[in-house]
Structure formats: C-alpha cells, structure tokens
C-alpha cells in the first residue's frame, strides 16, 4: 500500500510543482497577458505550489523512512503555513471572480476600477488576510499549549492536533476558531456568489446563443477553478464528518491542498486561449 500511496502524492506534488509554473513563465513571458486577470492567476499558481509544499514532502518523506511523528516546533510551522496559503488561496479566487465582474459588467471603466494600483493593494490585502489568520491560530496555539517537547503522531498538522496538547479546556477556543474560519470562508464565498450573480444576470440578457457561449467562455476557467476547490474541500469534509476518525481527517486536509493545486494548470491551458496560445508559442520556440 505504501508503495502506491508514495507513487500517488508524488505524481500529484510532480504535477503541481512542475506544472503552475507553466503558467506563470505565461504570463511573465507574454505582454498580452500583462493584465489584471492574469497577474492574479500567477499569483494564485505560486500560492498553490507553497500551499502543496507545506504537506506534500513531509508526507513522502514519512512514506520513505516509514515515520509518522512530526515535532511541535514543525507541527507549528506546517500548519501556520499551510493556514497562510490556504487563506491566500481563497482571497485570490475572490478577487479574480470580482475582477472578472468588473470586466463583463463594467468594461467601460474597467481599466480604472482595476489599475495596477489597486492590483497591488488587493495582492497585499490577501497576504495580511491570510498572515492574520495563520498568526491568529499560531498565537492561540502558543498561549495554551503546555506540553511544548513532545513528538506528535501525524503527518498533518492543524490547530485541533495542537489544542489537544493543552492543559486547560480548549472547547470555546475551537469554537471561536470555527466561528472565526466560517465568517472568513463566509464573507469571501459572499463575493464570489454576488459577482457571479451580477455576470449570469447580465448574460441571460443577451439574446444569441453564439454571444452568451463568447461571453461565459471569458470566466469558464476560474468558475471551473471555485466549483473544484470548494466542492473538492466540501465533498471530502462532509465525508469524514459523517464518519470522522482522526487519520481520515489528515487525508481529507492532505487532498484538500493537493487535488485543486494539481488540476489548476489543466483547467486554465484547455479552457483559457489565450494562456494556451501562450504555452504552444513558448514550446514551438524551444523546439
């Protein structure tokens, strides 16, 4: 089994490691491509090679030398960072589905309510949202924590693991934390549902098919994109909720940061032209 299971996450981490920077060599590489859309999904394919980085080698590495403990200074670090890129992740689906919102139902004035400056303020935003909610969950970790020198039976680290360690009673710490994430999760799936109410809505007031099929086509790829990341993260949660048990809940995390990151350079080089016209000219030189 274990043989499988190393072959499995390091294809999937090969795939992802090798195949997100395909699209930003694309991006850097052509000026057409110098727009805000675009800028953004570079960013989201970065996020994505941090956020597998920050589970995927210590797994295979667990699979290799057939360990299964990680220390608390390296559970801390695993799960601060993978709390960072994970929460970056989400900002950035946000933020493209607002930037194509203010595409298709703003084109006029686009070029002004996406100026660089406010590409790069919302770049920042999204690196403070996620910063707050990893030091959030450090902070808590660190101040209830008692048993700081021991080794923990797991290979993927989040704050309910580290929680256990301490000698007080950490129910309305977790449930604040819950409630803390779910308002978070909240308020981003609330953008991302408006702005595509506002282009589905403008869409079905176009009268020929051919010019809905032309206009849908410009944000298939990052629809694509939100339907596989949180389906991908609610199918596998509900799943181990229904029948939870601590091993099927690091696999759900684990498949979590991996599945969407993989499937990421797929989606935007079929269904994106021009990031795939992109990619042909980069290998037509090559060869």
Do not use: W
Not at 40 to 48: G, K, P, R
Not at 81 to 105: G, H, K, P
Not at 224 to 244: D, H, N
Not at 263 to 269: A, D, K
């Amino acid at each position: 089994m274990q043989p499988i299971l190393f072959g499995l996450f390091l294809s999937m981490y090969l795939v992802t490691v090798l195949g997100n920077p395909l699209i930003i060599l694309a991006v850097i590489s052509d000026s057409h491509l110098h727009r805000p859309m675009y800028f953004f999904l570079s960013n989201l394919s970065f996020v994505d090679i941090c956020l597998t980085s920050s589970t995927v080698p210590k797994l295979i590495v667990d699979i290799l030398t057939h360990g299964r403990v990680i220390s608390y200074v390296g559970c801390l670090t695993q799960m601060s960072f993978f709390i960072l890129f994970a929460s970056m992740d989400n900002m950035f689906l946000t933020v493209m589905a607002y930037d194509q919102f203010a595409a298709i139902c703003h084109p006029l004035h686009y070029a002004t309510i996406m100026n660089p400056h406010i590409c790069v303020l919302l770049l920042l935003l999204s690196v403070f949202f996620g910063l707050l909610n990893s030091q959030l969950h450090n902070l808590i970790a660190l101040q209830l924590t008692c048993f700081k020198e021991v080794k923990i039976a797991s290979f993927f680290c989040d704050a309910s693991q580290l929680l256990n360690l301490s000698c007080y009673d950490t129910l309305i710490i977790t449930i604040v934390l819950y409630i803390f994430g779910t308002i978070f999760a909240f308020i981003l799936m609330s953008g991302i549902v408006f702005s595509y109410y506002k282009i589905i809505s403008l869409f079905l007031k176009i009268s020929s098919p051919g010019g809905r099929y032309k206009a849908f086509s410009t944000c298939g790829s990052h629809l694509s994109v939100v339907c596989l990341f949180y389906g991908t993260g609610f199918g596998i949660y509900l799943g181990s909720a229904l029948s939870y048990s601590p091993s099927k809940g690091e696999v759900a995390s684990l498949m979590y940061s991996v599945v969407t990151p993989m499937l990421n350079p797929f989606i935007y080089s079929l269904r994106n032209r021009d990031i795939l016209s992109t990619l042909k000219r980069l290998h037509s030189c090559r060869v």
